[in-house]
Nanobody, 116 residues
Framework: QVQVVESGGGLVQPGGSLRLSCAAS????????MAWLRQAPGETREFVAR????????YLDSVEGRFTISRDNANKNTVYLQMNNMEVADTGVYFC?????????WGQGTQVTVAS
C-alpha cells in the first residue's frame, strides 16, 4: 500500500501560477511513474502529466509549455506540478497517482480554481 498526499491547490487568476506537490510513501525510483490527473465539474478525469522514474515526462497537449512536472532530487518521494499562465479551463480537482509495477495509488485530490 502506497500513501499519496497532494497539496498546493487554491484560487488563482487567469494568467497566474500555482505549484502542486505530491508526496508518496515510496520513492519514485521504485515506481514506474507518478502522474497528475484532473477532474473538472461534470467531466471525466483526464491525464495531465507524468514523470517516469527515469525522468521522462509526458503532458496533455493543452498544458504543454505551461505546466512542468518535476521530481525533488533531495526527497525522492515527492513530485511537483508547476502550473504557469493558467486558464479557466484548468479548473478542477487535481489528483496525484503513484504508478507502481503492480497497482496504482491515488491521493485525495486538491482543488484548483482559476477565476478572475
Amino acid at each position: 500500500q502506497v500513501q499519496v498526499v497532494e497539496s498546493g491547490g487554491g484560487l488563482v487568476q487567469p494568467g497566474g501560477s500555482l505549484r502542486l506537490s505530491c508526496a508518496a510513501s515510496m520513492s519514485l525510483d521504485h515506481m514506474y511513474a507518478m502522474a497528475w490527473l484532473r477532474q473538472a465539474p461534470g467531466e471525466t478525469r483526464e491525464f495531465v502529466a507524468r514523470i517516469k522514474s527515469g525522468g521522462e515526462t509526458l503532458y496533455l497537449d493543452s498544458v504543454e509549455g505551461r505546466f512542468t512536472i518535476s521530481r525533488d532530487n533531495a526527497n525522492k518521494n515527492t513530485v511537483y506540478l508547476q502550473m504557469n499562465n493558467m486558464e479557466v479551463a484548468d479548473t478542477g480537482v487535481y489528483f496525484c497517482r503513484a504508478e507502481t509495477w503492480g497497482e496504482n495509488y491515488w491521493g485525495q485530490g486538491t482543488q484548483v480554481t482559476v477565476a478572475s
